[in-house]
C-alpha cells in the first residue's frame, strides 16, 4: 500500500512557475512508476508526465513537452513537477500515482494509488 500526498499547487500569473511535490508513504517509491496527471472541470483525466522507477527516463504529453519536468528523489520517496511557463489551459487540479512496474505509463487505469490532488489556477 502506498499513500501519496500532493502539494505546492495555487495561483500564479500566466508565465510564471510553480512546482509541486508528491510525498509517498507506506512503501519505498523505488519500487514505483510515477505518473502526473490532470483534470480541469468537465474534462477527463489527463497524462502529464510519468516516471520510470530510477527517474532516468521520463515521457511527457505534448501539451507540456518543454515547459513541465518530472522527476523523483527516491531517497526521500519524493516525486516533483516543474512546471514553467505556465498557460491558462493549465487550470486543473493536479494529481500524482504509483504503480508497481519498470515501464512508463501514460493511461490513467494502469495506476493503482493516487493522491489527493492539488489545485493549480493559471490567470491570464
Known amino acids: 500500500q502506498v499513500a501519496l500526498v500532493e502539494s505546492g499547487g495555487g495561483l500564479v500569473q500566466a508565465g510564471g512557475s510553480l512546482r509541486l511535490s508528491c510525498a509517498a508513504s507506506?512503501?519505498?517509491?523505488?519500487?514505483?512508476?510515477v505518473g502526473w496527471f490532470r483534470q480541469a472541470p468537465g474534462k477527463e483525466r489527463e497524462f502529464v508526465v510519468s516516471i520510470s522507477r530510477s527517474g532516468t527516463n521520463t515521457y511527457s504529453a505534448d501539451s507540456v513537452k518543454g515547459r513541465f519536468t518530472g522527476s523523483r528523489d527516491n531517497t526521500k520517496n519524493m516525486v516533483y513537477l516543474q512546471m514553467n511557463s505556465l498557460k491558462p489551459e493549465d487550470t486543473a487540479v493536479y494529481y500524482c500515482?504509483?504503480?508497481?512496474?519498470?515501464?512508463?505509463?501514460?493511461?490513467?487505469?494502469?495506476?493503482?494509488?493516487w493522491g489527493q490532488g492539488t489545485q493549480v489556477t493559471v490567470s491570464s
Open positions: 500515482a504509483a504503480v508497481f512496474s519498470l515501464s512508463l505509463a501514460a493511461t490513467p487505469n494502469t495506476y493503482r494509488y
Open positions: 507506506g512503501q519505498s517509491l523505488s519500487n514505483y512508476a
